[in-house]
């Protein structure tokens, strides 16, 4: 069974910082890209960030210059550094990761529980 666990979220000002992580743990064979999406009330979920497992980011250019991501491939662990945080970064962020276990045999992508993200003064 894997499991991704996200943490780092809560309640901060505008133009703060947060960084969230994401840690996949079980009978984790490989891991291939993992990546950070985020959903608004109202809105659809939106991608924020991917990065591959040789640690190649890729991020959305609605946060590029505020948001990082990096990996640590012996803790199977993604990161995401945010900073000068906007009101409009408020949403549910929400890790995946692209991972083959040693039962199925074939790489499966799972999703993380969500951790709550709020800009607000």
């Given at each position: 069974?894997?499991?991704?666990?996200?943490?780092?979220g809560?309640?901060?000002?505008?133009?703060?910082?947060?960084?969230?992580?994401?840690?996949?743990?079980?009978?984790?064979?490989?891991?291939?890209?993992?990546?950070?999406?985020?959903q608004a009330?109202?809105?659809?979920?939106?991608?924020?960030?991917?990065?591959?497992?040789?640690?190649?980011?890729?991020?959305?250019?609605?946060?590029?210059?505020?948001?990082?991501?990096?990996?640590?491939?012996?803790?199977?662990?993604?990161?995401?550094?945010?900073?000068?945080?906007?009101?409009?970064?408020?949403?549910?962020?929400y890790?995946?990761?692209v991972?083959?276990?040693?039962?199925?045999?074939?790489?499966?992508?799972?999703?993380?529980?969500?951790?709550?993200?709020?800009?607000?003064?």
């Open positions: 069974q894997v499991q991704l666990v996200e943490s780092g809560g309640l901060v000002q505008p133009g703060g910082s947060l960084r969230l992580s994401c840690a996949a743990s079980g009978s984790i064979f490989s891991i291939r890209a993992m990546g950070w999406y985020r009330p109202g809105k659809q979920r939106e991608l924020v960030a991917t990065i591959t497992s040789v640690g190649n980011a890729d991020i959305a250019g609605s946060v590029k210059g505020r948001f990082t991501s990096s990996r640590d491939n012996a803790k199977n662990t993604v990161y995401l550094q945010m900073n000068s945080l906007k009101p409009e970064d408020t949403a549910v962020y890790c995946n990761a991972i083959r276990d040693y039962e199925l045999g074939a790489f499966k992508t799972y999703w993380g529980q969500g951790t709550q993200v709020t800009v607000s003064s």
